[in-house]
């Protein structure tokens, strides 16, 4: 018998980084390994008419997209692991 785990990654699916602060915390949650350039492309179903009235902010094209390494959940998650390593602070979920 197979046993497949799944797991369901609620909320946003890619972040962008556009400022520059926004850019060098990327760069350094790389570096962790917490996240990673995403370089798919993005698909679209109907007729560009049907997905302009149906999709909310339409489809990105300004990349680079970044994902989290473990489901975007565990990047908050590791975020808040190092503060409370660093700190005397107790982080709970």
């Known amino acids: 018998s197979h046993s497949t785990k799944l ?6 699916q890619f972040f962008r980084a556009d400022t520059p602060e926004f850019k060098r915390l990327a760069k350094e949650w790389i570096d962790k390994k917490y996240v990673a350039e ?8 109907g007729s560009a008419t049907e997905d302009r009235h149906r999709e909310f902010f339409g489809l990105p094209s300004s990349p ?17 692991n190092e503060l409370e390593s660093s700190s005397d602070t107790a982080c709970h979920e």
């Open 38 to 45: 995403w370089k798919g492309d993005f698909r679209s179903s």
């Open 7 to 12: 797991r369901f990654d609620h909320g946003c």
């Open 64 to 80: 680079p997209f970044y994902v989290a390494a473990d489901g975007m959940q565990s990047l908050p998650r590791n975020i808040l």
